[in-house]
């Protein structure tokens, strides 16, 4: 199976931001579903953002108003803008495709990618 490719995490200070990158070479992009899930370890796995082909989005609300997720469809690649980052918001973050937009489950999802860690300092 293609998986996806995750690149632009790293350490941040609290308050700062930082934009991860999700490369997803699949042949139905265009009308395929990416989110964003993170997880830490010892802890499930949780949704964070989600883009439709449209350009419809949602989040979960602990990033609302913080988070930004956007798509460019010619390039099969997603964009997490994450501003305002908390030590909360540490975790490793995984791009996802394949998935059910009206329902932000891991179990929706089809195809993901390596991860990346994205750590927050105090």
């Known amino acids: 199976q293609v998986r996806l490719t995750e690149s632009g995490g790293g350490l941040v200070q609290a308050g700062g931001s930082l934009s991860l990158s999700c490369a997803a070479p699949?042949?139905?992009?265009?009308?395929?579903?990416i989110a964003w899930f993170r997880q830490t370890p010892g802890k499930e796995r949780e949704f964070v953002s989600a883009?439709?082909?449209?350009?419809?989005?949602r989040h979960r609300d602990s990033v609302k108003g913080r988070f930004t997720i956007t798509r460019d469809n010619a390039n099969n690649t997603v964009t997490l803008q994450m501003n305002s980052l908390t030590p909360e918001d540490t975790d490793v973050y995984y791009c996802?495709?394949?998935?059910?937009?009206?329902?932000?489950?891991?179990?929706?999802?089809?195809?993901w990618g390596q991860g990346t860690q994205v750590t927050v300092s105090s």
């Open positions: 996802a495709g394949g998935g059910n937009f009206a329902v932000p489950n891991i179990r929706t999802y089809t195809r």
């Open positions: 699949l042949r139905a992009f265009s009308r395929t579903v």
């Open positions: 883009i439709d082909w449209t350009g419809r989005t």
